[in-house]
């Protein structure tokens, strides 16, 4: 009966939202992303190599290189990963995370024009209006390059760090539902019929710029934001792969899941639940975009050309986001060696096709809450 339900909905939203024609199915591109962290690389022992400065572990200049070197290469966006403790035994390697990801990436927005630009933020500690507020700014600043990974903490070093205790796993997700809610509400509040400045008249209509006044059970906002649209409207959600609670989230929220390498078939399966997820929540199929981490380290350029390849061909995924495990070297390497020939074969564009991050992504616009997700809350 599921299965049935979702290929009426799947078809009725096919042709009714995103019809277009096969040609223009034949473009589709395929995404490319790339984790950086500590600005040393994924491997713990990169910090000791005789090219790398280990002072450069908080050298927001590295940083800067590396999203410098992607965004050369025409790769969709960075992505900050976090953990809101402390991780690893730096007596033998750098903490695996260290500042904190939207500060890093406002400062990455000024050095770059392109690139998009994720961070991690919890769901779990921070309030909903300073988590609006913190990434519209980004948004904005960035002219509308910004994305969120919005995961909930349960973690009980994190908790610790917040002077509290963990509670029931159940709970986790419980806040998560109502901080997306109040934070995608909260990033509509400044309406777009509000309209540009006029200094013959108004600044903004203030009847387009609304309290929210919102109270749940964990969380709640009056509002509204006092910032407006950015070129993309507001930021794009990305959440990681999980089931059960984590999937019906992502189902209603998420435009970007990540998941862990595994087999081709279950990467398959993954992006299938998730597209379920989406059409039971009221959305279109293609509106969460399947990326999951890809390696380099070990392999040829064709090689790895060929593993993307593969995967995204056999519609397995909708991209990669890129592991190095030295960020110093293996980013230009990566650029340098095997974007070209996945532009040979046609699998990516040469160079950006639009400017904000969901041009960058294929996603649909949004502004504020999805009015097709409101009732399922």
């Given at each position: 009966?599921?299965?049935?339900?979702?290929?009426?909905?799947?078809?009725?939203?096919?042709?009714?939202?995103?019809?277009?024609?096969?040609?223009?199915?034949?473009?589709?591109?395929?995404?490319?992303?790339?984790?950086?962290?500590?600005?040393f690389g994924n491997n713990p022992a990169t910090w000791r190599k005789s090219h790398i400065d280990p002072s450069s572990y908080t050298n927001i200049d590295a940083t800067v290189k590396q999203a410098r070197t992607a965004e050369r290469g025409g790769m969709d966006f960075i992505f900050l990963p976090d953990r809101l403790f402390m991780r690893g035994n730096p007596a033998l390697s750098p903490p695996i995370f260290n500042i904190d990801?939207?500060?890093?990436?406002?400062?990455?927005?000024?050095?770059?024009?392109?690139?998009?630009?994720?961070?991690?933020?919890?769901?779990?500690?921070?309030?909903?209006?300073?988590?609006?507020?913190?990434?519209?700014?980004l948004d904005v600043i960035s002219r509308g390059r910004a994305g969120w990974n919005a995961v909930p903490s349960y973690e009980p070093e994190a908790f610790a760090n917040f002077g509290m205790t963990l509670p029931p796993r159940e709970k986790k997700y419980e806040r998560l539902h109502e901080v997306i809610h109040l934070v995608q509400a909260l990033w509509g509040s400044w309406g777009e019929k509000a309209g540009k400045p006029d200094q013959a008249?108004?600044?903004?209509?203030?009847?387009?710029?609304?309290?929210?006044?919102?109270?749940?059970?964990?969380?709640?906002?009056?509002?509204?934001?006092?910032?407006?649209?950015?070129?993309?409207?507001?930021?794009?959600?990305?959440?990681?792969?999980?089931?059960?609670?984590?999937?019906?989230?992502?189902?209603?929220?998420?435009?970007?899941?990540?998941?862990?390498?595994?087999?081709?078939?279950?990467?398959?399966?993954?992006?299938?639940?998730?597209?379920?997820?989406?059409?039971?929540?009221?959305?279109?199929?293609?509106?969460?975009?399947?990326?999951?981490?890809?390696?380099?380290?070990?392999?040829?350029?064709?090689?790895?050309?060929?593993?993307?390849?593969?995967l995204f061909e056999a519609e397995?995924?909708?991209?990669?986001?890129?592991?190095?495990?030295?960020?110093?070297?293996?980013?230009?390497?990566?650029?340098?060696?095997?974007?070209?020939?996945?532009?040979?074969?046609?699998?990516?564009?040469?160079g950006y096709q639009g400017k904000t991050l969901r041009d960058h992504l294929e996603l649909p616009s949004q502004y504020g809450l999805d009015p097709r997700i409101v009732s399922n809350l």
């Open positions: 009966m599921a299965e049935t339900r979702f290929s009426e909905q799947l078809f009725f939203i096919s042709n009714t939202f995103f019809l277009m024609d096969k040609a223009k199915m034949n473009k589709k591109k395929m995404i490319l992303g790339v984790v950086l962290g500590n600005n990801p939207i500060i890093t990436l406002s400062a990455v927005a000024q050095a770059t024009e392109r690139i998009g630009l994720i961070g991690t933020a919890s769901t779990t500690f921070t309030e909903p209006y300073l988590l609006a507020r913190q990434l519209k700014a008249g108004m600044f903004a209509n203030p009847a387009y710029i609304r309290p929210v006044n919102l109270q749940r059970r964990h969380v709640g906002a009056r509002g509204p934001l006092p910032v407006p649209p950015s070129e993309q409207g507001q930021p794009v959600i990305m959440m990681p792969v999980t089931s059960g609670y984590g999937l019906k989230a992502a189902g209603m929220y998420a435009n970007l899941v990540i998941g862990m390498p595994s087999s081709m078939e279950q990467h398959r399966a993954m992006r299938q639940t998730l597209q379920e997820a989406a059409v039971q929540a009221g959305r279109g199929p293609e509106e969460i975009k399947f990326v999951v981490f890809a390696p380099y380290t070990g392999l040829t350029a064709e090689q790895v050309a060929d593993h993307l390849q593969e397995a995924v909708d991209g990669f986001v890129m592991n190095f495990d030295d960020f110093h070297t293996e980013i230009d390497e990566f650029v340098e060696r095997v974007i070209p020939i996945l532009r040979k074969r046609g699998l990516i564009p040469d």
